[in-house]
């Protein structure tokens, strides 16, 4: 997404890039009247992950704007925790259970309770519906009603494009990849697409591991990956707390200086490593504060039998930051915030 600049108001040109103009606002058009009362649980896919909770903060402070009760528990980062916060939910009374960034695949148990219990269950940040392509469950099995996503090949797309112009078309790049998440392999599947025609890069096989080696092996497999191949200058990162655990592994092995990071999800910690010029230089974010928003309008649209916008995604902004682009120390990147009194006023 392209930042637009507004003029000497704004302090400093990072500022300027934070913010998509007003007219860039690509979600719904057609009113739908929020309820009066409504009792929500979100649950997060592990509260120890920014990019997990920034949602789940969004729509609790939507909520208390529109009088509902919203309740939020933590996923845990494992499938017992998720499936026992989603019976959780349906033995508390919710209306309707919101996941974040949770494979509907490893929560059956929850999503069939919740079929019974006659309570839609929505998600987002999984990238398995539109405008990402659409992931139908196995015979028999269930899913949600929507999921909001950022269009994550095309920021895969806008990745590669940010590394072939940084490396002047010379980028040796490891990409690191983790097949747990649909929402991985679709903005793998864009960066790889964006680099093939950078005639003079080098992609390297892909280099997987899981999330529960982030914090055991991958840095080790990081380093032996880096010294079995001296000519790389570039690794991709599939998602932040990965690409932390990597930075500090190549920091210990005094092999910082031979690479360039870029990752995903916009985690201030990840930014502060741009800042300070501590291996990552990169980070493909998006307005997980307008997921939240999103998730609710498709929400409404869904209760009240109307049909959801199109994509599913709701046109959720998203950019590449770097040094020059910066969101301020301890915020998150956002898009221009008018979007939140285009959503309320939606919902009158």
Not at 87 to 104: R, T, Y
Not at 110 to 118: D, I, P, Q
Not at 189 to 201: R, S
Request: hydrophobic share 40%; charged share 20%; with cysteine.
């Amino acid at each position: 997404m392209k930042g637009t600049i507004l003029g000497a108001a704004l302090m400093a040109c990072a500022s300027c890039a934070t913010l998509a103009a007003a007219d860039d606002f690509k979600g719904p058009t057609e009113p739908t009247k929020a309820p009066a009362q409504l009792n929500v649980t979100v649950i997060t896919c592990f509260s120890v992950l920014h990019g997990c909770v920034a949602p789940a903060d969004a729509i609790s402070e939507i909520g208390k704007n529109l009088g509902w009760k919203v309740t939020v528990l933590d996923g845990g980062g494992n499938a017992r925790q998720q499936n026992a916060a989603m019976l959780d939910a349906v033995s508390s009374g919710a209306d309707v259970i919101a996941n974040i960034a949770i494979d509907p695949n490893l929560v059956q148990l929850g999503l069939a309770a919740a079929e019974k219990a006659n309570i839609p269950v929505v998600s987002g940040s999984n990238g398995i519906d539109t405008p990402n392509p659409v992931a139908k469950p196995a015979e028999g099995a269930l899913t949600y009603a929507f999921d909001v996503a950022p269009d994550y090949a095309a920021l895969g797309r806008e990745t590669a494009e940010w590394i072939v112009k940084d490396s002047d078309g010379k980028a040796n790049i490891g990409v690191f990849s983790d097949k747990e998440f649909p929402s991985v392999m679709a903005l793998q599947a864009g960066l790889l697409d964006g680099l093939k025609d950078c005639k003079n890069c080098k992609i390297s096989d892909l280099q997987y591991f899981t999330g529960s080696q982030v914090g055991t092996t991958l840095g080790q497999q990081t380093v032996g990956f880096v010294r079995s191949n001296p000519d790389t200058n570039y690794l991709f990162s599939p998602f932040d707390p990965a690409a932390a655990a990597q930075v500090t592994a190549l920091q210990l092995a005094n092999l910082g200086s031979q690479v360039k990071l870029v990752s995903v999800l916009g985690n201030q910690q990840n930014l502060d490593f741009i800042r300070a010029g501590r291996i990552q230089v990169a980070d493909a974010a998006y307005d997980n504060r307008y997921m939240g928003f999103a998730i609710v309008d498709q929400t409404i649209r869904l209760l009240n039998k109307q049909p959801l916008a199109e994509p599913h995604g709701e046109g959720l902004p998203f950019t590449v930051l770097h040094k020059d682009n910066m969101p301020a120390p301890g915020k998150d990147w956002t898009a221009d915030p008018s979007y939140e009194d285009r959503f309320y006023a939606l919902w009158k």
